[in-house]
């Protein structure tokens, strides 16, 4: 999609640090970490937002968890746990409209979120 920054990054247009990526998924460390893993997980695909999630579209979702799980088993930091979350909308503090999923590890990770 024209405009959209992490289209921009899924081109290669912009340049980031690419953890991991296939067909569908592309992983790479957000600019502004908050954990000593902060990575961002997005779907090739453009989709704005989790509530644009639909039968047309949601196989990429799963997949994306199935990345995480992958992850999971490879990263030393999110053997001791680790937490996903995906803002949707401005009030839950979305910036970004181009779905993704933070996955954040290798801190004690405090709830509830604020
Ligand atoms: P949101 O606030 O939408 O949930 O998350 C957007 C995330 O994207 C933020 O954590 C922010 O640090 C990250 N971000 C914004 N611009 C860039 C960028 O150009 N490169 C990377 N790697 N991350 C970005
Ligand atoms: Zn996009």
């Known amino acids: 999609m024209?405009?959209?920054l992490f289209c921009?990054?899924?081109a290669g247009e912009i340049p980031s640090k690419k953890i991991y990526e296939d067909d569908l998924v592309y992983v790479f460390?957000?600019?502004n970490p908050t954990a000593p893993?902060?990575?961002l997980l997005i779907p090739k695909t453009h989709i704005s937002r989790l509530d644009e999630v639909n039968a047309d579209n949601s196989a990429v979702i799963?997949?994306?968890y199935e990345v995480i799980a992958k992850l999971s088993k490879e990263v030393d930091a999110m053997k001791d746990g680790f937490r996903v979350v995906s803002n949707c909308g401005e009030s839950a503090g979305q910036s970004v409209f181009h779905i993704h999923f933070h996955l954040l590890a290798g801190r004690p990770l405090t709830w509830p979120a604020g």
């Open 2 to 4: 024209a405009d959209c």
């Open 8 to 10: 921009k990054i899924v």
């Open 29 to 31: 460390e957000d600019i």
């Open 37 to 39: 893993v902060h990575y």
């Open 62 to 64: 799963a997949h994306i």
